[in-house]
């Protein structure tokens, strides 16, 4: 590739590394960048056979962003940003997954990197001030930090229904997607889930499968994305913009270039369903995110938009049995992750497409030829996607055997209650840093990138701090985390996205201690505190 950006970089071979990175996606490329950067030696595991982390994993049909594909950026050069170009305001996974490929070309990254190797376990060692890690390949590594960039949403609920394993046809979970694709054209496709990917999933299939038929438990609302194919004019356009986005995204609520902008109580209803409108037509996430702040904490506030969106998707469904089971009825919008679609409730007007709903009688079993509701129903199926979500937040750190000081379990002190200092450490585990990471807004409150370009540099920045001054190990105390998980649950219990089920609050997974994952306070009051703190000399760590 002709715009390298580094020519030659340290090789961080050999088993007694500086940093050991887990992940090679958005967040791991970046930070294996910026330790080559501080002169570490620094590796990636990565459990996936290429580059790219969720963007390599949901391969599913119809996978595409829903942040704007100029957005969603690394923000540290502007000629990495520019020798890219975006064919679309809402990029497919295959481009996403192409960025990503290119960006670990320019930054010549690949040496470093360890494909097909899932860390197992990682267990600190007191007497060396290492982490002993253990992979799938046999190998052993011992870095002095472990830097954790699982992904928020990587860890799959796959195995949800008895008899799976009888099942005579194909059974995928979005997730698990096969690189060589899958043909469903013309066959009896089933889906269960219409999460945000089972919507897009749902959209594509829709004109190509024989028969679809979603199950449908919790409906999502629907915000129509309009997405347009760029030309020359807008790509120069999106490009030159980049100093703005640089000055700008870092220091915002949610990694975006948009904000609310007006108070709902300021206003006449008049001006705001205009203001509801002009969001509503810019198709993108500026509904939820710069619409009216106060759809979040307030219920009033929050029942007239959510009126406003049902209106608009009863309207286009146009069918009263399909707004039954279609439009959301017993929760707020934007109180779950708003999803972005295209034709999603369309695809229910044509003949071929089916909604069944399963909440009152639930899908009770697979059997050999499809899917047995609780009632005896069977849907006979050729296939079955299972966009059944993710054991988010902690699930990517949990499967790995996590073991800090005195043998302390990751998976033990999660499940007694999610804690972490800042989404960044947790203390008992020195040495262990996370991006991405519950309690902290990249755990899907913001532009992903954004949130955790600022993470990987905050991490970096650490780590060069402790070296300098001599020191070996850093650990937060106990208090700092204990006094941020206080003010994140304060945070947490004004915003209405704590009282509705979802992943955001891991009610999706049976057993799981309720907590909102991501810090509801902003992306840019997260990066003020975290800035103090590395100001203050990181107060609140012991650095020896
Ligand atoms: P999700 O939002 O957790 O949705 C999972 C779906 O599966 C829900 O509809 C759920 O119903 C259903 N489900 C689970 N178990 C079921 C069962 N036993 N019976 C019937 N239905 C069942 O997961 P997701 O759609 O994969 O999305 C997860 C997150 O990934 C998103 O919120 C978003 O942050 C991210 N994502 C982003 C993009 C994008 O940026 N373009 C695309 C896809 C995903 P209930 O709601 O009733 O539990």
Not at 116 to 141: H, M
Not at 268 to 286: N, Q, T, V, W
Request: proline share 5%; with cysteine.
């Amino acid at each position: 590739m002709s715009n390298k950006i580094i020519e030659k970089a340290p090789a961080g071979a050999g088993t007694e590394l500086d940093v050991l990175i887990i992940g090679a996606g958005v967040s791991g490329l970046y930070q294996l960048h910026l330790m080559r950067e501080k002169g570490l030696t620094a590796r990636i595991c990565e459990a996936g056979s290429g580059i790219g982390g969720t963007w390599f994993w949901n391969r599913y049909p119809g996978a595409r962003l829903d942040s704007e594909s100029p957005s969603y950026q690394y923000l540290f050069s502007e000629e990495l940003y520019r020798n890219w170009t975006w064919s679309e305001r809402f990029a497919t996974q295959a481009e996403v997954e192409a960025w990503l490929n290119y960006v670990a070309d320019s930054l010549a990254l690949r040496q470093d990197i360890d494909l097909d190797t899932a860390v197992t376990s990682a267990v600190w060692d007191e007497s060396i001030l290492r982490w002993t890690v253990q992979t799938s390949r046999g190998t052993t590594l011992r870095p002095r930090f472990v830097i954790a960039c699982c992904g928020m949403l990587s860890a799959p609920l796959t195995d949800q229904f008895p008899g799976q394993t009888l099942f005579k046809g194909q059974i995928f979970h979005t997730a698990r997607w096969p690189a060589t694709g899958a043909n469903l054209a013309g066959k009896r496709v089933g889906v269960i889930g219409t999460g945000a990917t089972g919507i897009q999933v749902v959209q594509a299939l829709a004109p190509v499968a024989g028969e679809l038929t979603v199950f449908v438990r919790t409906p999502h609302y629907a915000l129509p994305m309009q997405n347009v194919q760029y030309s020359a004019v807008e790509i120069e356009a999106y490009k030159s913009n980049f100093r703005a986005l640089q000055d700008q995204l870092p220091v915002s609520f949610g990694g975006f270039d948009f904000a609310p902008e007006y108070a709902w109580a300021d206003l006449s209803p008049e001006k705001r369903l205009e203001i509801l409108e002009a969001c509503y037509s810019d198709g993108s996430l500026k509904f939820w995110l710069a619409s009216f702040a106060e759809l979040f904490v307030d219920e009033e506030v929050n029942a007239e938009i959510s009126a406003f969106i049902r209106a608009k998707m009863r309207a286009r469904l146009n069918d009263d049995r399909l707004s039954e089971i279609l439009v959301p009825a017993d929760y707020g919008f934007g109180t779950r992750r708003v999803p972005l679609e295209n034709g999603f409730l369309e695809a229910f007007l044509q003949p071929n497409v089916h909604a069944v709903p399963v909440k009152s009688n639930p899908i009770a079993a697979v059997t050999p030829t499809g899917l047995q509701l609780a009632d005896g129903t069977v849907h006979e199926l050729d296939a079955i996607i299972m966009a059944t979500g993710f054991d988010a937040g902690t699930g990517a750190f949990a499967r790995i055997d996590f073991r800090g000081r005195d043998g302390l379990s990751l998976r033990d002190h999660w499940q007694k209650g999610v804690s972490t200092a800042f989404g960044l450490q947790m203390n008992g585990f020195p040495n262990l840093f996370m991006t991405g990471a519950p309690l902290a807004p990249s755990a899907a409150l913001c532009n992903m990138p954004i949130c955790l370009q600022f993470q990987n540099e905050w991490i970096a920045d650490c780590i060069e701090h402790v070296l300098e001054n001599g020191g070996h190990v850093i650990e937060p105390t106990a208090q700092i985390e204990r006094e941020w998980v206080e003010h994140h649950d304060l945070v947490a219990a004004s915003v209405l996205m704590s009282k509705t089920d979802s992943w955001y609050v891991g009610s999706n997974v049976a057993g799981k201690p309720r907590r909102l994952l991501a810090y509801a306070g902003g992306a840019d009051a997260y990066r003020t505190r975290c800035l103090e703190i590395a100001e203050s000399g990181y107060s609140g760590f012991d650095i020896h």
